[in-house]
């Protein structure tokens, strides 16, 4: 595979923002949110003009209050604040090099204020993790040394060895120890928590997976306006292609995260990251219906009451 023909992975813009910032005077944001900021942008479809993610209110929205939370598990230390801040640094960019007017940008800013809030709440909330984020967080409660891939691998072998019963137990510690905020849902031990985990990670996956192509795709229309061949990955029958955005996700999921634990809980220890299968989601949809079917009726049996 040639990289630099397939270009999936994306190449921000971070240092230059970072460069812009410091000779503007402006208040110092940590490079990784940052980076993390510019690419889920772009991988989530952003309008993109000469590198940079073009921002919009939905867009904003979008990343904030829908993605971010899906693949990012903050440093310890990190303030979850500073994705609020990377995007209004963003936004001043923009309006400095007249990609916005003063209004934009002042209803940005506020917009990217509130949201950067509302973001770090998310990621807080125990039922919105992902299995990449929760494992950070357990590997990290056990003292693991999470650049060590040995180590990493050691404990995940050594926590696979528990019970399955007992697992939910290690997940709900977590809650209880303030690392995440309790949800009254059931929690760990009701199933529904773990199947809808399951299912935000491979779908959170999936999404990642399709922002990449969609961008390999629009580096590989310079290709073939340059009367470059196409990559070998896309010369038949796109197998290699999605393998190779399949291990290009994984891996950006690893950045924003531990880096090789997503591919490892995909590849070597699906147990201990179960991701459910359509009939298991057909079930459990069927489920959800049912109870809300039940809870309409019982609410029209109390409106009907007598007084």
Do not use: C
């Not at 009254?184 to 529904?192: Q, T, V």
Request: glycine share 8%.
């Amino acid at each position: 595979m040639e990289d630099e023909d397939l270009r999936l992975a994306p190449r921000t813009k971070a240092a230059d923002l970072l460069a812009w910032a410091e000779a503007e005077g402006r208040e110092p944001v940590a490079e990784a949110p940052l980076s993390t900021v510019l690419a889920l942008l772009e991988l989530g479809g952003s309008r993109m003009h000469d590198g940079w993610p073009e921002l919009t209110s939905a867009a904003v929205e979008h990343l904030l209050y829908e993605r971010l939370y899906l693949y990012v598990q903050p440093e310890p230390g990190q303030d979850p604040l500073a994705y609020g801040a990377a995007v209004r640094l963003l936004i001043d960019h923009q309006r400095a090099t007249k990609r916005l007017n003063a209004k934009r940008q002042e209803r940005l800013h506020a917009e990217a204020e509130w949201q950067g809030e509302v973001a770090a709440g998310l990621l807080r909330r125990a039922d919105l993790v992902t299995w990449p984020r929760l494992y950070t967080l357990l590997l990290r409660a056990a003292g693991v040394a999470t650049g060590d891939p040995a180590a990493v691998r050691a404990w995940l072998e050594g926590f696979r060895e528990l019970p399955e019963e007992e697992r939910p137990a290690a997940f709900a510690a977590l809650e209880a120890d303030g690392v995440l905020d309790p949800v009254d849902d059931g929690g760990w031990g009701a199933g529904a928590r773990t199947l809808a985990v399951g299912m935000a990670t491979d779908g959170a996956r999936r999404l990642l997976e399709q922002g990449l192509m969609e961008r390999s795709y629009r580096n590989l229309a310079e290709l073939t306006a340059l009367g470059r061949p196409m990559p070998e990955e896309l010369t038949g029958d796109f197998g290699a292609f999605e393998e190779a955005a399949a291990r290009a996700a994984l891996e950006l999921a690893g950045a924003w995260t531990v880096p090789g634990l997503p591919e490892l809980l995909v590849t070597e220890f699906p147990e201990l990251a179960p991701e459910p299968g359509q009939a298991e989601i057909d079930a459990y949809l069927a489920g959800l219906e049912a109870a809300d079917a039940e809870w309409v009726t019982e609410d029209e049996a109390a409106a009907d009451a007598p007084e």
